[in-house]
Structure formats: C-alpha cells, structure tokens
Nanobody
Framework: VQLQASGGGLVQAGGSLRLSCAASGRTFSTYAMGWFRQAPGKERDFVATINRSGAGTYYADSVKGRFTISRDNAKNMVYLQMNSLKPEDTAVYYC????????????????WGQGTLVTVSS
C-alpha cells in the first residue's frame, strides 16, 4: 500500500488543521492506520491509531482530547483532526499502515507516507 499525507501548514496556537492520508490499493481496510510525528532533532513519536473498522482509536496522552483520528474505508482515507494546537505540536506528521493491528509502536507499521509539516506559531 502506498500512502500520501497532506494538509500540513502554518497555524497559530489555538488553531486547527486536518491532515489527510490517501492510500492506494484495494486492501486498505485490512490495515490499521496510525499517525506519528517527528519534531526537529527528536525521535519519531506516536500520535494516534485507529483499527481496521474505525471503531477503535487510541491516542498519545499529549494529544488526547485535542486530536481525533478517523478513517473512510470506502475512500481509502485516514484523517487527523487537530484542534487547540500548541507550538509543541510542531513536527512532520507521518501516516502509516499496520497489517498487524492498531499499535503505538512504530515497528508495527510496514508502510509510511512521506510526511507533511505542521508548524504552530505562538
């Protein structure tokens, strides 16, 4: 499966952005999906994951209550709605696909998109 993330940009603190991730292939619904992020000079961190059906989600504590992950299996899309953005949310955001199920561990994901930059100004 190939993944293409989009929707990043520059936003002021307190603002919102919605990231999108388009997946190719007819087997999208067989993959759990996740979002990760990497800030400059830091390791890649887990943000959110959603199971194959979309009924189950899990978030990093740092984004819980502010971010919402969702998916549309008919359109081969996964989204990350980000509200109440903070400067510390600034990072390159990556979507990823896991055949093994929803996970907060990056090694569980076999396919990665190219990343989209989110910059939150104070």
């Amino acid at each position: 499966v190939q993944l293409q993330a989009s929707g990043g940009g520059l936003v002021q603190a307190g603002g919102s952005l919605r990231l999108s991730c388009a997946a190719s292939g007819r087997t999208f619904s067989t993959y759990a999906m996740g979002w990760f992020r990497q800030a400059p000079g830091k390791e890649r961190d887990f943000v959110a994951t959603i199971n194959r059906s979309g009924a189950g989600t899990y978030y990093a504590d740092s984004v819980k209550g502010r971010f919402t992950i969702s998916r549309d299996n008919a359109k081969n899309m996964v989204y990350l709605q980000m509200n109440s953005l903070k400067p510390e949310d600034t990072a390159v955001y990556y979507c990823a696909a896991s055949y093994y199920g929803d996970s907060s561990v990056s090694n569980a994901y076999s396919y990665w998109g190219q990343g989209t930059l989110v910059t939150v100004s104070s």
